[in-house]
């Protein structure tokens, strides 16, 4: 397994120089493997989009300054999608056919993903761990597709799951977007509500350019839900969680809305908000001595406050350049997927997560999530789950 602990610059210039002048493979060359993301870098999701940039900055800074891998440096060309599907599309165009990178690292938001990634895959490039994950993104599975993190339909079925078994008598209403992260927020809360036969109390779609939730409050709370499941961004769930006050329903959103900005700005209003995630949160205190380096290494290059994401895309980087280093000397976007298959389960080496573990019938890395909280103007991760206990349905 690749560590910190990378061959140094002389053991670099060995490799590079045993290397053919030109490779085949598109983004590859004998100094330098070139990789690209779109993110968006100027709309509603930009803190999680500018955070998933850095992240993959300081780890390709990080894995250059150990001699890259095979003594070629990792380059990123980083792209604004503005959370925009036509935006996107061009920004792709781009990197495909100006660019000609091997792969697109981390890119961010469901509408921008879904509207590139099939022409990702038709010129035969990598698709590699998005920060969304709609179930297009791994089924049906295609050989240049991966997927390092839960789909969004699952995100939300680990999370209402807990929420279902600590009320008496729970009722569940949908708010989401009208495009397709929204409804994937929908779907994986009425197929979770479906094996409890239950069925969803409200289901309410808005527009991207919503601006008021006063009404869709106003109605969720007719239909008596207690527990609201909202496929909206960070900017969005502010918006609505004023709506609703205190004391309202308990909220609960996919990982795009656990962001420190959401704890923060949103003040008393967004105490109690639930959210999943895969990655553990980067607090400065954290009890995690590697976790409070990392951040303070963070902050100090960006000024900006560390989040899950950019840690998590920190993370990505390096699990791709375990995969680069084992698809040998002239990596191919064939090779570079089969040694990801190849891999065992695959921890960083220096900083706390999961295990991610792809197979060649199964390029979902990750299968489950935590449940976190904000209490007291910040995010906590809650314990396990007790015991499973019968529900009281009200709707059937």
């Not at 994937?184 to 939730?213: E, I, N, Q």
Request: glycine share 8%; with cysteine.
């Amino acid at each position: 397994m690749i560590s910190r602990a990378w061959p140094g610059l002389a053991a670099a210039a060995f490799f590079a120089a045993a290397l053919p002048a030109h490779a085949a493979a598109p983004g590859v060359s004998a100094k330098d493997v070139l990789v690209g993301t779109h993110v968006d870098l100027s709309g509603p999701l930009s803190p999680m989009g500018t955070a998933v940039r850095n992240g993959l900055l300081m780890a390709f800074d990080d894995i250059n300054a150990r001699g890259g891998v095979g003594g070629r440096r990792l380059k990123l060309i980083a792209a604004d999608n503005g959370y925009d599907a036509k935006k996107a599309i061009l920004a792709a165009e781009r990197l495909l056919k100006q660019d000609r990178v091997f792969a697109i690292l981390c890119p961010s938001g469901t509408p921008p993903v879904a509207a590139t990634m099939p022409a990702v895959l038709n010129a035969g490039i990598l698709h590699l761990f998005p920060f969304t994950s709609p179930d297009e993104t791994y089924v049906p599975s295609q050989p240049l597709e991966f997927a390092a993190d839960i789909p969004v339909s699952r995100q939300i079925a680990v999370g209402l799951e807990r929420l279902l078994g600590a009320r008496a008598e729970p009722r569940v209403g949908v708010l989401y977007r009208d495009d397709a992260f929204g409804k994937s927020v929908l779907k994986g809360a009425t197929a979770l509500l479906k094996r409890h036969r239950m069925r969803v109390a409200a289901a309410l779609a808005f527009k991207p350019d919503s601006r008021s939730f006063a009404r869709q409050a106003a109605q969720l709370r007719k239909a008596g839900a207690n527990i609201v499941v909202l496929g909206a961004t960070s900017t969005e769930v502010l918006t609505i969680a004023r709506a609703f006050r205190r004391g309202g329903p308990a909220l609960l959103c996919p990982s795009a809305c656990y962001q420190p900005e959401v704890a923060t700005l949103g003040g008393t209003t967004v105490d109690g908000l639930y959210s999943v995630t895969v990655a553990p949160w980067p607090y400065p205190n954290d009890r995690d001595v590697r976790v409070r380096n990392w951040v303070r290494r963070y902050e100090t290059r960006f000024h900006a406050v560390a989040s899950a994401q950019a840690m998590r895309a920190y993370i990505n980087a390096f699990l791709f350049a375990e995969a680069l280093n084992r698809a040998g000397n002239n990596p191919t976007q064939t090779s570079f997927a089969r040694a990801l298959e190849a891999m065992p389960g695959w921890r960083d080496a220096d900083l706390p997560s999961l295990p991610v573990d792809f197979t060649a019938r199964d390029h979902l890395g990750l299968h489950d999530g935590f449940l976190v909280q904000i209490r007291n103007g910040r995010w906590e991760r809650l314990p396990p789950a007790p015991a499973p206990r019968p529900l009281r349905r009200s709707l059937r």
